[in-house]
Structures are given as structure tokens and as C-alpha cells.
């Protein structure tokens, strides 16, 4: 009896920390780009963000996952990708906790798939919330999350040419820079 009591009291411990990530107030923290999630599931975590907080209202519902990411040189442009076994999930980027419509900076859905992919440009400074949920069915499901940092376009630097002209009756005599095309 003393082995099922302690073996329960371990699941229940196992159980408080392993979903501790469920809320704004203890959300699992990514401490550095790019990220890979690897496999995680929002089952068991509760469902504490209703239908309507995130950037697009008809998910939610679902069991939700919640992390934060401090962003420090802004402005970045990042990618997120979502994927995992589960259909019908989200992801949606809040610039505060706990989510609105009205903090929503964007995210992406899988629907009926199991795939969505969002870049978003960052140009703030701050901690971003991203959450993972559901349609309200399925209540919860498999899931990846990655970002990958998009470094920004560079333009190459066009080399000035001397170009010289031979005066003839028509045209004037002198020397042009002009600059060589990309």
C-alpha cells in the first residue's frame, strides 16, 4: 500500500511540473534562437485562454501551450513553422499576456492539416507570448515548434565605371560615372 501511495504521490508531482507551462505566469521560456521545440502536446495542460483571444478568433478552446521569447535586437524578422501529428492548431504571437485580438501580432493555423508557417518582423523590443491550442476539437494534440531567425536582405554595393565619350557634331565631349548594374 505504502509503494501505490508513493508511486501516486510521484505521478501527481510529475504531473504538477510537467504542465506548469499552461499560463502566463509560468510560461516554458526560449532562451535563444533558432529553437526547436521537438515533440510537445498541450493534453493535460487546460484549457486556460478561451475561443476569441487569439489573432484569429475561432480558434481555442483547446488545451494550450504557452512560451515567452524576450526579444533584444529588434527589429528581426523570424519564422515560425508548426507542425506535429495534431490537426486544427494554432499559433499565436501576443506582444502581452494574457492574449487578445488587441495584442495579437500575428501567427498561423494548420486547419485540417498538420503544418503552418508564419514570418513575422518584430520591431519592438520586448517578450513576445506565443501560445499553441486548439479547435475547441480536438481539445489537445501533438505539436513543433520552430523559429529560425531571418537574417535581413543585403544590397550589394554597385562599383562606379568611368565611362568615356568621343565627341562627334552632335554630342558634347566629357567623362560620366555611372554604376555598374547589380
Known amino acids: 500500500m505504502r509503494k501505490i501511495l508513493l508511486l501516486l504521490i510521484i505521478v501527481l508531482l510529475a ?3 510537467l504542465f506548469s507551462q499552461n499560463t502566463c505566469n509560468a510560461p516554458t ?25 487569439y489573432y484569429t478568433g475561432n480558434y481555442g478552446g483547446g488545451e494550450d501551450y504557452v512560451y515567452s521569447l524576450n526579444i533584444t535586437n ?5 519564422k515560425f513553422d508548426l507542425a506535429g501529428t495534431a490537426t486544427w492548431k494554432i ?7 494574457t492574449p487578445t485580438t488587441a495584442n495579437a501580432i500575428g501567427g498561423c493555423t494548420t486547419s485540417s492539416g498538420t503544418t503552418g508557417t508564419v514570418t513575422l518582423n518584430i520591431t519592438t523590443n520586448g517578450t513576445y507570448y ?53
Do not use: K, M, R
Open 91 to 97: 499559433l499565436s504571437i501576443h506582444s502581452g499576456c
Open 29 to 53: 521560456v526560449i532562451s535563444s534562437l533558432p529553437f526547436s521545440s521537438g515533440t510537445q502536446t498541450t493534453c493535460g495542460a487546460l484549457d486556460d485562454y478561451p475561443v476569441g483571444s
Open 130 to 182: 506565443l501560445f499553441v491550442d486548439t479547435w475547441p476539437t480536438p481539445t489537445c494534440g501533438d505539436f513543433t515548434l520552430n523559429i529560425a531567425v531571418i537574417p535581413p536582405c543585403s544590397t550589394p554595393t554597385a562599383q562606379p565605371t568611368a565611362l568615356n565619350l568621343t565627341p562627334t557634331s552632335n554630342s558634347i565631349a566629357g567623362s560620366f560615372t555611372a554604376a555598374s548594374p547589380a
Open 15 to 17: 504531473n504538477s511540473t
Open 74 to 78: 529588434a527589429p528581426v524578422t523570424l
